[in-house]
């Protein structure tokens, strides 16, 4: 089945920095998602990218799809942007999602 | 997009009992899907369940463990049962949404001791 690696698996950042993470699948893909998990457990949709790029406030990402792979940009950290952050696509042919392993994220004060 | 409910946010359980768990969409999805994230993972997914249907199962989840109901297109309950302390994840049900990817419900932690 399709593969999803993120990379790095951690990272820590002092507040004011950017930062870009990467998730690469090993199967073309018709959507992929980027999902921030906050310290309670919530999992917040950032992105439904499948192709193209895309930007919310301090966030954006980019996918490109014929090369398998996507990247989420953070400009000028915050605090609250810590957490895990998670790409997921689905399995070729059907409807459930295949997470990567995640990045976790440490911004400090 | 469509809006998850989930409960119970957390729960502490003895072993060898059992919990449900509900998650209520705010519109009529066809399909929803049971993830469980266990400490310091990430998520694997545990059943797709369809109205009217019994629920899929993924490789290593039975339906005896997590049994799942499903009874309209707005909801649907997780049982985690005959509990033990390897059940201690992070439950989160979700369901497509408005044609713009997967929405998650809040989570559900349980500690099983």
């Known amino acids: 089945g399709i593969q999803v690696e993120q990379s790095p698996p951690d990272l820590i950042l002092q507040e004011g920095a950017n930062s870009t993470l990467r998730c690469n699948f090993s199967?073309?893909?018709?959507?992929l998602q980027w999902f921030h998990q906050n310290p309670w457990g919530q999992l917040i949709n950032l992105f439904y990218i499948p192709s193209g790029t895309k930007q919310n406030g301090r966030l954006s990402a980019t996918t490109v799809a014929t090369e398998r792979y996507s990247l989420l940009y953070i400009s000028s950290s915050q605090t609250t942007d810590s957490g895990v952050y998670f790409c997921a696509v689905p399995v070729t042919g059907g409807f459930k999602t295949i997470f990567g392993a995640g990045t976790r994220l440490f911004v400090k004060a | 997009s469509a809006v998850i409910s989930q409960k119970p946010s957390r729960d502490i359980c003895q072993r060898g009992t059992s919990l449900t768990i509900q998650c209520q969409v705010d519109?009529?999805?066809?399909?929803m899907f049971w993830y469980r994230q266990q400490p310091g993972q990430s998520l694997t997914l545990i059943a797709t369940a369809n109205q009217g249907s019994e629920a899929t199962y993924e490789s290593g989840f039975v339906i005896d463990k997590f049994p799942i109901s499903r009874p309209n297109l707005t909801f649907s309950t997780l049982t985690v049962s005959n509990m033990s302390p390897e059940d201690s994840s992070i439950y989160l049900c979700s369901a497509m949404t408005g044609g713009l990817g997967y929405t998650f419900g809040s989570g559900t932690r349980l500690t099983v001791v």
């Open positions: 519109s009529q999805v066809t399909m």
């Open positions: 199967d073309s893909v018709n959507n």
